[in-house]
């Protein structure tokens, strides 16, 4: 079988496939709606990297915390703590500790642990305020008396205001 396929037919051909791509460019690519298109592709682009970067961008900045510029809160009411017994209350964003010590005086410090910041809770059998993540322990004017805890806790001013128990930082 004869190839009937010569070199003048390519050159007719390739010349062909150029005036259809050109035929394909004026029909598709007039200034007017190539800039459309243009424009369309490039909003497309940012709005897509804004979808991508703005979660990043939110999950790598930290968030703005509010901190209570609070200088004293209610710690409770004045019949709810019983002789020798302490609870944990929210001052802002950090805990405290109020402890009714076995003489009946109120004391109320910073809940958190001079260590390594764990959160201290008041022991009865020993009457100190311990710190269960390494043993630290604080005798009830707030002095670390025991294990690791290299300084005393924060000590607050108690006051009674009616029936509640009003802690203030110094
Ligand atoms: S964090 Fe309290 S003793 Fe270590």
Redesign the pocket.
């Known amino acids: 079988m004869r190839n009937n396929f010569s070199l003048s037919d390519a050159k007719k051909n390739a010349k062909s496939c150029v005036v259809a791509t050109g035929i394909l460019v004026t029909r598709f690519g007039t200034p007017g709606r190539r800039r459309f298109l243009d424009y369309l592709l490039g909003t497309t682009v940012l709005a897509t990297l804004g979808a991508i970067l703005y979660p990043i961008f939110r999950f790598i900045s930290p968030p703005q915390i509010v901190e209570a510029a609070k200088n004293s809160v209610i710690a409770g009411k004045v019949g709810e703590l019983a002789v020798n017994a302490g609870k944990i209350f929210k001052f802002g964003s950090k805990p405290g500790i109020l402890v009714r010590t076995p003489t009946g005086d109120l004391k109320a410090f910073s809940a958190v ?6 959160i ?1 809770q008041y022991r009865s059998d020993t009457k100190q305020i311990w ?6 322990q604080y005798n009830l004017n707030g002095q670390n008396i025991g ?3 290299p300084r005393p806790l924060e000590e607050y001013a108690v006051n009674i205001r009616g029936d509640e128990i009003v802690v203030t930082k110094s």
Request: proline content about 12%; glycine content about 12%; overall charge negative.
């Open positions: 642990c001079t260590h390594l910041e764990c201290v710190c269960a993540c390494h043993n630290g294990g690791p805890p």
